[in-house]
């Protein structure tokens, strides 16, 4: 039987899961109604759905993820840097639903007194809490990869510093909408990948230089379109790793789905050893704030 849902609401997913008073998953249901889908139909219906998909009327909902953001259903506000989960989860706020608990967690902040560049997260805190309890561990360097890869930097179970690279939407434009899109291909030769990762770190100005390079190859001795998208993805990804990671330092790695796999073989090729959090660090993360709450 169910006790909560336990909501992950993306960009552009809604991912909802049953879960029992031990905060275990007991049943998942995926939809297209992620912020950009649900804003015009509204948020309230679209969680309705999910909850019915569930056999789920009645219970209470902890959410996470740009469904609390500004262009979201309510704003949460964020809770800055040293952050601990317990503070996330007293910054939630609750969503206009009438019945039962619906309860929105808070993101984190960092930079906003100017100290250090300012850098936000939705979502992202939640996964890290479920992966330290996972792990058993209060401190360490997490990676959660995505289209906003990030950093984040856990001591004594708070989060106390983060920073986001733009490494996926960089590689989309660059693929998608430059002169370089005519010859790209899929990212899934991962020989040119792993060559990419291992390319030695350059400044910004060499990097655009390098990557007309790759037109001019093309034109000049011609180039297979997977691999010049292979080798692009994996400069962009090895050096946010150079960027982002001290030697010696070995991140635990949050996420799932194809994304994880590349940063998995981004770090096999540097040959850095990682930590492999579970896959379903959100949904524990939600049940850590379920059971903060006092619903488990």
């Given at each position: 039987?169910?006790?909560?849902?336990?909501?992950?609401?993306?960009?552009?997913?809604?991912?909802?899961?049953?879960?029992?008073?031990?905060?275990?998953?007991?049943?998942t249901?995926?939809?297209?109604?992620?912020?950009?889908?649900?804003?015009?139909?509204?948020?309230?219906?679209?969680?309705?759905?999910a909850r019915?998909?569930?056999?789920?009327?009645?219970?209470?909902?902890?959410?996470?993820?740009?469904?609390?953001?500004?262009?979201?259903?309510?704003?949460?506000?964020?809770?800055?840097?040293?952050?601990?989960?317990?503070?996330?989860?007293?910054?939630?706020?609750?969503a206009?639903?009438?019945?039962?608990?619906?309860?929105?967690?808070?993101?984190?902040?960092?930079?906003?007194?100017?100290?250090?560049?300012?850098?936000?997260?939705?979502?992202?805190?939640?996964?890290?809490?479920?992966?330290?309890?996972?792990?058993?561990?209060?401190?360490?360097?997490?990676?959660?990869?995505?289209?906003?890869?990030?950093?984040?930097?856990?001591?004594?179970?708070r989060?106390?510093?983060?920073?986001t690279?733009?490494t996926?939407?960089?590689?989309?434009?660059?693929?998608g909408?430059?002169?370089?899109?005519?010859?790209?291909?899929e990212?899934?030769?991962?020989?040119?990948?792993?060559?990419?990762?291992?390319?030695?770190?350059?400044?910004?100005?060499?990097?655009?230089?390098?990557f007309?390079?790759?037109?001019?190859e093309?034109?000049?001795?011609?180039?297979?379109?997977?691999?010049?998208?292979?080798?692009?993805s994996?400069r962009?990804?090895?050096?946010?790793?150079?960027?982002?990671?001290?030697?010696?330092?070995?991140?635990?790695l949050?996420?799932?789905?194809?994304?994880?796999?590349?940063?998995?073989?981004?770090?096999?090729?540097?040959?850095?050893?990682?930590?492999?959090a579970?896959?379903?660090?959100?949904?524990?993360?939600?049940?850590?704030?379920?059971?903060?709450?006092?619903?488990?």
């Open positions: 039987m169910g006790a909560f849902v336990g909501v992950d609401w993306g960009t552009t997913r809604l991912r909802a899961h049953l879960m029992d008073k031990e905060g275990a998953v007991v049943g249901v995926e939809t297209d109604d992620g912020l950009m889908a649900a804003r015009p139909d509204g948020f309230a219906g679209a969680l309705e759905r019915e998909k569930l056999d789920a009327p009645g219970l209470p909902v902890a959410m996470s993820g740009m469904v609390g953001s500004r262009q979201g259903w309510v704003e949460a506000p964020y809770a800055d840097c040293p952050a601990s989960f317990a503070a996330i989860a007293d910054h939630a706020v609750a206009p639903v009438n019945g039962a608990d619906v309860l929105i967690l808070a993101g984190v902040a960092q930079g906003r007194d100017g100290s250090v560049p300012a850098d936000v997260m939705r979502g992202e805190e939640t996964e890290i809490a479920g992966a330290m309890a996972a792990l058993g561990v209060a401190e360490g360097v997490f990676v959660l990869p995505g289209t906003h890869t990030k950093w984040a930097r856990v001591e004594d179970g989060i106390t510093g983060f920073r690279f733009m996926g939407d960089v590689f989309a434009a660059l693929k909408h430059t002169v370089l899109s005519a010859m790209m291909g990212p899934t030769d991962w020989t040119a990948f792993g060559a990419g990762v291992r390319a030695d770190p350059i400044d910004l100005g060499d990097a655009m230089a390098e007309f390079s790759l037109r001019a093309a034109l000049l001795v011609g180039s297979n379109p997977d691999a010049a998208a292979s080798r692009l994996g962009l990804i090895g050096a946010e790793i150079s960027a982002a990671l001290g030697a010696g330092e070995q991140p635990i949050v996420g799932s789905g194809a994304i994880r796999g590349a940063y998995e073989r981004a770090f096999a090729a540097l040959d850095r050893d990682i930590v492999p579970p896959q379903d660090c959100a949904a524990r993360g939600l049940a850590l704030a379920a059971r903060y709450w006092g619903w488990i």
